[in-house]
């Protein structure tokens, strides 16, 4: 049967570092399931269909990771997808108490549902999409950060609006 994983998050958008944890995740679960949020409490600046469309593509090389989009309880979602892992990354001290609190709440809502915490590479431990965002709204290059496809898009959507 294997052992399945759900790495969840909101991927508004995805980051070289994010793709870092999906690698590693895949290396060690027999499936990944990376799992979007479907409402997030902002505004995303990608819309959900696009950000389905962007990890699809980014992870289009990895056999055993698949993209879905969910709602309600994650630890729900894991269940009925056949997972018994969630995958977590966890850059530095600063993303630990909202983890802590996160893993505590997922373990009182689902004990059969173990969090799983995985350093992505040092190169990417202070990437976030939201600086990711900022640096792209700014004219900042953003390449080396996130995947090209994710450049690209970023690219044309910030670009300045042509004057004449
Ligand atoms: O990429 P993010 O924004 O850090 O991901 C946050 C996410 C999607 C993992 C979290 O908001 C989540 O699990 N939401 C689902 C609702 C839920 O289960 N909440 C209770 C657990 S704390």
């Not at 990711?132 to 709204?137: D, H, I, L």
Request: glycine letters at 10%; a positive charge.
């Amino acid at each position: 049967m294997g052992m399945t994983a759900v790495y969840p998050g909101t991927f508004d958008p995805i980051t070289n570092g994010h793709l870092d944890i999906i690698s590693r995740g895949a290396r060690l679960f027999d499936r990944v399931i990376v799992a979007i949020l479907k409402n997030p409490e902002k505004e995303p600046l990608f819309p959900l269909g696009e950000r389905m469309d962007i990890l699809r593509e980014v992870v289009g090389r990895l056999p055993n990771v698949r993209v879905e989009a969910f709602d309600g309880l994650l630890v729900d979602y894991a269940r009925a997808s056949g997972a018994r892992a969630i995958v977590r990354g966890l850059r530095a001290l600063s993303d630990f108490e909202y983890e802590y609190q996160m893993a505590l709440m997922n373990r009182r809502l689902g004990p059969d549902i173990e969090t799983v915490y995985m350093m992505p590479g040092e190169a990417y431990t202070y990437v976030s999409s939201r600086l990711v965002k900022e640096v792209a709204r700014l004219g900042g290059d953003v390449s080396g950060l996130v995947p090209r496809e994710v450049a690209d898009r970023l690219r044309a959507r910030c670009a300045p609006p042509r004057s004449g």
